[in-house]
């Protein structure tokens, strides 16, 4: 199955640990993806004229250098994609709660109004009614980040309830089907699971694969990846339908990271991208439930502005 990599999400991938890319790299992946080189300078022209990268040097010779801003806009949020792991271990288990927010922000300041159902419905929140969101995730945290950022705070009601009822459905499971497009994200795992699954085959005998390939695969498994988890919500698996598809599309992603990861030679032992998701297959999950806030953010490919901005 072919996967579309957009070229800016590309460019992001072959960070490597001193924060550059290198564009003889940049330039022969994006190739076997079938992207142009016009494709690829128009990209990283639009990348610098954004203060996301300084370019040092021309052409495949070139070396592109992130700055801070591109460093925060882009790391994979590691404490999002960690929960997801400890949920189909079963360690993040559900206590019942419902977690809701309200608002009623002044038409003088609908553009804060518009950015903060941006940001709810981004952290995975359900709209129940006009200014009315619910979450089965404790993220008052985060909401509370985006509407003090905004200046909306004393606009913003928040409510905690093991009590909630939807016309005459009280029961959890049908609760959430009913406020959460579950086919829809299921159809997305499903997808990355068609990916992976050819993909790990190919990684599973090595000698195979060359440098560049192996890189093109582990940029095209980010790219799937992304797109499932930017729409999750992060539901407690008591509240799904099992077997969930995005517990066995995570967990065949993780193995295709890991030997990847395995595999990195000289060349490409230092791209970001192996050790930010090669990471994700070892995180620690068999010592403790986890009992920590989950950190709702997600991947950094179409976050709202507070917390990164991203174009295609």
């Known amino acids: 199955m072919d996967v579309h990599v957009p070229t800016r999400m590309l460019v992001e991938a072959l960070i490597r640990t001193d924060l550059t890319v290198d564009a003889g790299d940049l330039y022969a992946t994006a190739n076997l993806l079938g992207m142009n080189d016009q494709q690829v300078r128009l990209c990283v022209k639009r990348l610098v004229a954004e203060g996301r990268f300084l370019q040092e040097g021309r052409g495949r010779k070139a070396i592109l ?101 939807r016309g005459e459905e009280t029961d959890p499971v049908a609760l959430t089907r009913a406020m959460w497009p579950l086919d829809e994200i299921a159809e997305r795992y499903d997808r990355l699971a068609a990916v992976a699954e050819p993909r790990l085959a190919l990684i599973e005998d090595p000698a195979a694969l060359s440098g560049t390939r192996r890189l093109t695969i582990a940029v095209e498994l980010a790219a799937e990846f992304t797109r499932a988890m930017e729409a999750d919500p992060l539901l407690p698996p008591e509240l799904l339908p099992q077997p969930w598809p995005g517990a066995r599309a995570r967990a065949l992603t993780a193995r295709c990271w890991s030997l990847l990861e395995e595999q990195s030679g000289q060349e490409d032992s230092g791209i970001r991208l192996f050790r930010l998701y090669g990471g994700i297959s070892r995180h620690d999950t068999s010592t403790t439930t986890s009992t920590d806030p989950v950190r709702l953010t997600r991947p950094a490919k179409d976050r709202p502005e507070s917390i990164a901005t991203s174009g295609g």
């Open 65 to 165: 250098r992130a700055t801070s801003s591109a460093e925060r806009a882009i790391s994979l949020d590691v404490e999002s994609v960690t929960h997801a792991f400890h949920q189909d271990a079963g360690l993040a288990p559900w206590d019942g709660a419902w977690h809701l927010v309200g608002f009623a922000v002044p038409e003088s300041a609908r553009p804060a109004r518009d950015a903060l159902r941006t940001a709810l419905t981004f952290l995975g929140g359900a709209a129940i009614h006009g200014g009315l969101y619910l979450s089965a995730n404790p993220w008052e945290p985060y909401v509370e980040e985006h509407a003090r950022r905004l200046d909306i705070l004393d606009h913003v009601t928040f409510l905690t309830t093991r009590d909630l009822r």
